[in-house]
């Protein structure tokens, strides 16, 4: 890695999640174009091996740190660590999600769900057998998309103001949090929660931490529908749509960098149980695409793939 602070041309950034799926691809991608990556995932042994596969790729600008968005002792480790060997950081992917569900994947496999009732959300009742959402499920849920990303952004910004050209900030976000309709149909039928979540002027941390509140009280009542929640992967669809908010919240506070989320695509990979119909190569391309936007480039936005799109 470069000496502290010298050399201002290369960039420098950090992806969470990183040892499989849309997280890895997304190292891969940003390290062939010359990005020092410092890869980072919970799990120790994963992200070593995960490292070595891309040393003996030919990728040699690629380090690991361990890093568990849960563990603020870990969040802190990686912060000093990044401080000490680079003094700033360009690039942020905040990648590593979970689904929030419990699954029986055999129960699953059998239903052969095709992939477009996947997307519009009509396979939420079919799934209803197989997919259970547990309180216990739920918190982890939230608290690793939503405040796992807010606790390593909060803990890595005086680094990323530091970034000669304006840091990237790229919150890797789903189609479950969209608030516009889609195909006539709201994927979040509450209207007070998306006027709540899409209104820029309004929106606060504590606004959001008051709905995700009010989400967990719903679910331990049992009373998610008749409160407007989406019965199709509820606690994703709140951390993700908390997340699009958080990002705009950033990006109001930091104009001198760029800042947004996307959506993947709907990718193969562990988190949808494999029923993704992308290849992570596909799925990589709008998070790689945000993390080396030119100068002057769009902030607060939220994008389908490399598209911008409405929240
Ligand atoms: N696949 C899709 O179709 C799709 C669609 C929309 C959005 N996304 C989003 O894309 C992102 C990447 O997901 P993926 O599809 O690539 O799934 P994946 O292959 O399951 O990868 C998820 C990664 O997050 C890591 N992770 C989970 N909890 C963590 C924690 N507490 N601290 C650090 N890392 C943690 C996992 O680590 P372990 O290996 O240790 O479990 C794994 O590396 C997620 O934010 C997901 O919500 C995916």
């Known amino acids: ?21 849309i997280g890895l691809e997304t190292v891969r991608q940003l390290a062939s174009q010359g990005v020092t990556v410092v890869l980072t995932a919970r799990n ?6 995960t490292i070595s596969k891309l040393h003996e790729s030919g990728l ?8 568990d968005v849960l563990d603020q002792a ?54 209803q057998g197989v997919i259970k959402h547990t309180v216990e499920k739920a918190e982890e849920c939230l608290n690793t998309n939503y405040y796992g990303v807010k606790r390593l ?19 890797v976000s789903s189609l479950r949090s969209e608030l516009r309709k889609h195909h006539f ?14 209104d820029i002027e309004t929106l606060t941390e504590e606004k959001v931490d008051a709905i995700l509140r009010k989400f967990l009280h719903d679910l331990k009542e049992n009373a998610l ?10 606690a994703y669809s709140i951390s ?26 709907f990718v193969k990979t562990d988190l949808n149980w494999n029923t993704g119909i992308m290849t992570v190569e596909e799925g990589a391309r709008g998070p790689v695409m945000l993390s080396l936007l030119p100068d002057g480039g769009p902030t607060g936005c939220y994008f389908d793939c490399t598209q911008v799109a409405e929240f």
């Open 60 to 67: 040699s600008n690629v380090v690991f740190h361990q890093l």
């Open 225 to 234: 529908e008749s409160n407007g929640w989406t019965l199709m992967m509820p």
């Open 240 to 265: 993700k749509a908390s997340l699009n908010a958080y990002t705009r919240i950033l990006a109001k506070r930091y104009p001198s960098m760029c800042i947004n989320c996307v959506h993947p695509g």
């Open 1 to 21: 890695m470069g000496s502290k602070g010298k050399h201002t041309a290369e960039r420098y950034a950090v992806v969470t999640g990183a040892n499989k799926g």
């Open 185 to 198: 149909k709201q994927r979040i039928p509450g209207e007070h929660i998306r006027k709540e979540l899409g």
């Open 74 to 127: 870990s969040i802190l480790k990686l912060a000093k660590f990044i401080q000490e060997k680079i003094g700033r950081l360009d690039i942020l992917v905040n990648n590593a999600g979970v689904s929030g569900a419990v699954v029986d994947e055999e129960g699953l496999r059998a239903l052969n769900i095709d992939p477009t009732s996947w997307l519009s959300g009509k396979a939420a009742n079919l799934v």
């Open 44 to 49: 120790e042994k994963r992200g070593m091996e």
């Open 153 to 171: 952004t909060e803990a890595l910004l005086p680094l990323l103001q530091l970034s000669p050209a304006g840091a990237r900030v790229v919150n």
